[in-house]
């Protein structure tokens, strides 16, 4: 599934990573809007760690951050995207129950995102 946004734009493949260690899991109902303004510019790989901010009710990255202070909705992205800095995405391949390669993972995975959601499973071997 891809990402939407109201910009136009062709993009050639990319990734071909596959994070899931299993095929039992479950996305978000009703997708995420990404806050372009949060995430840097470029390319981001599959595997991001995500959450809700509860104040703009946009999704921003985890990582850089100690705590899930003002953040809920704790979840992976199954899927890599470009970022331009300007125009929120809405993705809904975001992953809230399931398994996954942790060592895929885009970013490293804090205890304090694993407590968020224990309804993921992180696979230490592969």
Known sequence: MP????????SGFKGGK???ASEHLQFIEGGA???????????HDVGKLIARN?????????????DMTGF?????????FENDGEN???AGE??????????KLADTV???FKDANPQIRYVSHI
């Open 94 to 103: 975001v992953i809230v129950r399931g398994s996954v390669y942790e060592a």
């Open 33 to 43: 809007t990404l806050d372009a303004t949060k995430f840097a510019t470029g390319f």
């Open 110 to 112: 804090p205890q304090f």
């Open 18 to 20: 596959n994070i899931l």
């Open 88 to 90: 929120d995405l809405v």
């Open 54 to 66: 509860t104040s703009t009710g946009k999704y921003e990255p985890v990582a850089g951050k100690t």
């Open 3 to 10: 990402l939407y946004t109201p910009k136009f734009s062709d």
């Open 72 to 80: 809920d909705n704790a979840g992976i992205l199954n899927v890599d």
